[in-house]
């Protein structure tokens, strides 16, 4: 009987960041600037990497990764939820929002295991300056890239598959404004043990192991101080400078969000936290490193001024 009275779910529909309509439009025109921002901005940081020979280290190669990962991760959901600001009913089917999930999670916990493998780029030239070439190798360099995209991947379809195996019945509307793994899970008429247990932990592997990498920070201002001249100790700060704030913004934004049980916490907050890292942060990080980067401003000076010849 139990098993009668449950109706197959075939579409949800997405709450959204607000259901005041008088807010659509404002949001609409905002979100869609900060999107255009971040594809612009990763998309430039890209092709300046890729066309300047001077940026052609191992340093801007996990860069230009970064910047591939920052403009996918919103390219997943800020298209449907610009679409979703001028559609009175906003709907999602049930395989496009698995979709929409499956992917979110592989560039998410792409970019939490990128930003720490470039945690590692620093503190070995600052650190092991002379065995630099040898250590951070092409082929190293490569393998870490390629690591790093597996990870996203195996615990994606890992994640999906067991979001696949949940049971929804007539509760249809999703409390956020994508497919998340929380508020799927809040509309879920079957057990949702393993699912949680499986969530936090990946939250915990995806999120606390990486920012134990931490400590080679801790190495890194070490030597720093070390160093004699005020040149050397400026140049090296700012080796790293642009880094930890990136790791501080999405790191935390993202903590935030997951390293909580389902059942603390309300999902507004978790929707303004979901803002910060999945839309907000993307836009940010082409400017925390080109800004912050004498390499970068100097290869985008010459780029310009060669194409104004």
């Not at 940026?55 to 910047?67: A, G, Q, R, V």
């Not at 992917?103 to 620093?122: G, N, R």
């Not at 160093?227 to 790191?251: D, P």
């Not at 507004?268 to 912050?292: A, E, H």
Request: glycine share 4%; proline share 4%.
């Amino acid at each position: 009987m139990a098993e009668e009275n449950r109706s197959t779910v075939t579409e949800f529909i997405l709450a959204g960041l607000t259901d005041r309509p008088e807010h659509q439009l404002p949001l609409f025109l905002l979100f869609l600037e900060v999107y255009v921002f971040t594809v612009v901005g990763n998309l430039g940081m890209i092709t300046l990497i890729g066309l300047s020979s001077r940026l052609h280290t191992t340093m801007y190669y996990l860069l230009s990764s970064l910047s591939f990962i920052d403009l996918c991760q919103p390219t997943v959901i800020t298209p449907k939820m610009l679409v979703n600001f001028m559609m009175e009913k906003n709907t999602i089917s049930y395989p496009e929002c698995m979709t929409q999930l499956y992917f979110f999670i592989v560039f998410t916990i792409a970019k939490c295991h990128m930003l720490s493998v470039m945690a590692y780029d620093p503190y070995v030239a600052i650190c092991n300056p002379l065995l630099y070439n040898v250590i951070m190798s092409n082929q190293v360099c490569s393998w870490m890239v390629v690591g790093v995209y597996s990870m996203g991947l195996i615990r994606a379809t890992v994640n999906t598959i067991c979001m696949l195996r949940v049971l929804f019945c007539k509760d249809d509307i999703i409390n956020h404004y994508f497919c998340d793994l929380f508020p799927l899970l809040e509309l879920s008429c079957s057990s949702t043990f393993i699912n949680e247990n499986q969530l936090l932990v990946l939250s915990i592997f995806s999120i606390i192991l990486p920012l134990l990498t931490s400590p080679s920070y801790i190495f890194i201002i070490a030597s720093i101080l070390h160093i004699c001249s005020t040149e050397g100790t400026y140049k090296a700060f700012s080796t790293c400078s642009s880094h930890v704030l990136a790791v501080a913004l999405f790191f935390g934004s993202l903590a935030f969000m997951y390293l909580q049980p389902l059942s603390v916490g309300s999902m507004d907050q978790g929707k303004v936290s979901s803002v910060f890292y999945t839309i907000i942060v993307p836009m940010l990080n082409p400017l925390i490193y080109c800004l912050r980067n004498k390499d970068v401003k100097v290869a985008l000076s010459k780029l310009l001024g060669n194409k104004s010849l």
